[in-house]
């Protein structure tokens, strides 16, 4: 607009305002002297200053104070008085800056937003518990996994009966073990359930040196590894509607955990499996697919218009909600990476008598067997 009002006199309004696409019409009414906004009249229906601060003063009452005009109103009518229409009390209210919730609720917290970054397998672990229905009405086991978020790799499972958090600080601490998790090189992440937040398994982190990290109240989205992970089993053609007991689900899972840690070529991980992931085998493996690719090419470059097409490559960084600023999540990997030395190992607390898995194909499997019989009573 400035700028029209210093040029549009030496080259002409109509020129001026076609060349920074502004309409005339906003340039002749900005030019116009704003007429003074003249104050409102007082409706003739309008209470006295001396009968508003009257209505005021009953609401300052102290058997009103906590009330509702509404409220206030039906009770004054009962009573036989009449000061004003609920509609008015509420206008007196908000003249004296006086209209919001006048009860004592309680203000939920503002929870931040995980952000946690993993640029190695054993960096970042998220957990959670599912449901399966069980064999009659109204009954059902409960599904507890393990997976590194890096690799997608599942380090630990059970099926019990319930949830309790106990059962989950023995699955933790076996997992543990297992992968041989060092001091301050760990944090575990889940949603806020029972057994996630309970002061045993928060005691087991702290002693392990891991860091836990919880997702937002009703916010599903911060544990999305998690969520896909259940996906895939429960969408799988052969899972079943309901399971006979708890030694049938663990055999169908026992294969479904076998099947998606060694032969699930996951689409989130360049088409390799968690175990080529997480066991440092996936780059061979990808040095292999382009050699298969190059052959190809070589055999028919007019079938690949593209040029020499190449493998997709292997994760390098992988991120529980990224920040919104590129710069920051860059020099949040660059950290992370160089921060991913080794330390002291910090050895486990005892954990029943759950078998180890020696082979890192085999699942680790925790079962209610494992541990002491006293627990499950």
Not at 3 to 9: D, H, K, Q, R
Not at 211 to 237: A, G, I, M, V
Not at 305 to 328: C, T
Not at 345 to 371: F, H, K, R, Y
Request: aromatic residues 8%; positive net charge; hydrophobic residues 40%.
């Amino acid at each position: 607009m400035q700028a029209v009002v210093e040029m549009g006199p030496r080259l002409g309004v109509a020129p001026t305002c076609a060349a920074l696409g502004l309409p005339r019409a906003s340039y002749y009414r900005h030019r116009q002297p704003r007429p003074e906004a003249k104050p409102r009249p007082t409706p003739v229906r309008a209470l006295l200053p001396a009968e508003r601060q009257a209505v005021l003063a009953v609401l300052h009452e102290p058997r009103f104070v906590d009330r509702a005009p509404a409220e206030v109103y039906a009770t004054l009518l009962d009573e036989g008085r009449y000061l004003g229409s609920e509609r008015t009390m509420y206008r007196v209210l908000a003249a004296n800056a006086e209209v919001r919730e006048r009860r004592d609720q309680l203000r939920h917290p503002v929870y931040p937003k995980p952000e946690l970054l993993a640029t190695a397998p054993n960096r970042v672990w998220s957990w959670d518990i599912t449901k399966l229905l069980g064999p009659a009405k109204w009954t059902s086991f409960s599904l507890y996994v393990l997976l590194d978020v890096f690799s997608r790799y599942v380090v630990g499972w059970m099926v019990a009966p319930g949830e309790r958090a106990e059962w989950a600080r023995r699955l933790i601490a076996e997992s543990c073990q297992r992968q041989e998790i060092l001091a301050r090189q760990l944090t575990v992440h889940a949603d806020r359930g029972s057994p996630m937040t309970s002061q045993s398994v928060a005691q087991l982190l702290a002693s392990l040196g891991a860091t836990k990290s919880h997702s937002r109240p009703h916010t599903s989205n911060d544990n999305p590894f998690s969520e896909s992970q259940f996906k895939t089993l429960k969408y799988r053609p052969d899972f079943p509607d309901r399971f006979g007991s708890l030694e049938h689900a663990r055999s169908f899972l026992g294969e479904f955990f076998r099947w998606y840690n060694t032969e699930h070529h996951h689409v989130g991980l360049g088409l390799f499996t968690p175990h080529d992931v997480h066991y440092g085998l996936a780059e061979a493996k990808r040095q292999q697919r382009a050699r298969v690719l190059a052959a190809a090419f070589a055999n028919h470059p007019q079938r690949f218009p593209g040029g020499r097409p190449q493998p997709k490559p292997v994760p390098s960084a992988v991120w529980i909600n990224p920040p919104l600023d590129a710069e920051a999540r860059a020099r949040a990997e660059v950290a992370a990476t160089q921060a991913s030395g080794t330390s002291t190992i910090v050895a486990p607390e005892p954990s029943g008598q759950a078998v180890l898995a020696a082979d890192p194909s085999n699942i680790p499997n925790l079962t209610p067997e494992n541990l002491d019989m006293a627990i499950l009573q």
